[in-house]
């Protein structure tokens, strides 16, 4: 996200406390803040423009805005994983990737925890189940899981699990 530090405000009120700091973005109250430091944790879902400013609001209930700042974010990239057939075999180790694919390229490193996890198939007897983090370098737009099928000669039928 191009929106590097969390909203801030200073305020004082010379006859009195300040009882609350509300943060708006666009016209939509996103939170507040209580005490000092007067600040809020956002995290915008949407690209584009943001006009954000706070109003302080003291004790005996007047208030005052802020200057407005104009911001242009860049939401996270979205996140997606292609399917992947493997055939099994009878005996072994059957290695393959699952393709994790970004909706673009993000301007700094993505770290992504995941997690294969049993669906039809069993982790430990039809797949080695683990939980790793997918690192994904910046101005890149795929990296891979490996994947390991592990090989029984019983017959069965199709078998999923999944990258959570």
Do not use: C
Not at 1 to 13: G, K, V, W, Y
Not at 41 to 50: F, M, N, R, T
Not at 125 to 148: K, V
């Amino acid at each position: 996200m191009l929106f590097r530090s969390a909203p801030a405000a200073e305020a004082q009120d010379p006859d009195g406390t300040i009882s609350t700091v509300e943060f708006y973005a666009n016209g939509i109250l996103i939170g507040e803040s209580l005490s000092k430091p007067y600040t809020l944790k956002w995290h915008p879902v949407a690209d584009g423009l943001q006009a954000v400013y706070a109003r302080a609001v003291d004790n005996q209930g007047a208030s005052a805005f802020s200057k407005t700042n104009l911001i242009q974010l860049l939401a996270p990239p979205r996140v997606s994983a292609e399917p992947l057939s493997i055939r099994e075999g009878d005996s072994g180790v059957t290695h393959g990737s699952v393709r994790v694919q970004l909706s673009r390229a993000s301007q700094t490193p993505l770290a992504i925890p995941f997690s294969l996890t049993d669906g039809t198939a069993t982790g430990g007897r039809d797949y080695r189940r683990y939980s790793d983090t997918l690192l994904i370098p910046a101005g890149t737009t795929t990296a891979l899981i490996p994947i390991e099928i592990l090989g029984d000669p019983d017959p069965e039928p199709d078998e999923v699990f999944y990258v959570d």
